[in-house]
């Protein structure tokens, strides 16, 4: 009988025990990266690109919101596939057409003008993976372009960026965050400080709903904190 006793207080001591592990478990904190993780409203994962005597293109693939507007709230992801030009010297009236290889598929078709910056682009609304073989042919120049895919060769990946970022401003998340949501919104961009596709950033941007922004541009291959 006294081993039964024992027994049983062993087996209701564990019990216990176990209860408090996953009391306490179900009270921690949720991490940073996981909190916002969750309010993406733009990643760009990689980077293809070419640069003529009469232009330059990118191409960049990710995923940003359908809505997409910087007020701190984040909504549903769609894929998109970038392809920009800027010429150096445009004066055509008409938009100039494009044929888009990218391996065996092909797209086909005309550009749109962007006022802000006197580029065109045209959105595939599809991701491309850095393996990829990017070829684009401008119909008005008669001109075939070789994309090259400058992401394919960086130590960082715009997921590292992202939890160099939360790292950074784990405080500033926290106080942004009510019942393991964030009040804001993130954005992970590629930047580079020159036209000759030099030296690229991940430049990390948080919009909270309050107003507040966070940035930061970190280097692709070290990971190092260019700017605050």
Known sequence: MKKLKIIKKLILSFVLLMLAIFALSGCSKVKPQEISRSVLSEYRKNLFAAKTNFCSITFTSGQREENYIMDGTN???????????????????????????????LYAGEFEHNPYDNSFVYDIQKQVNNTDIISVYLVDFDQEILLQCFSNGWKINYKDAHNIFTQKYKTEIVSNTVNNLLNGEIYIKIVSEDKEFKNFYWYVLLVC?????????IDVNTGEILQN
Not at 83 to 103: A, C, D, M
Not at 212 to 217: C, F
């Open 75 to 105: 909504t549903k992801l769609v894929d998109f596939g970038v392809l920009t030009v800027k010429f150096n010297n445009y004066i055509s009236s008409s938009l100039p057409k494009f044929e888009l290889k990218i391996n065996k598929d």
């Open 209 to 217: 709903q309050n107003g507040d922004m966070y940035a930061s541009l």
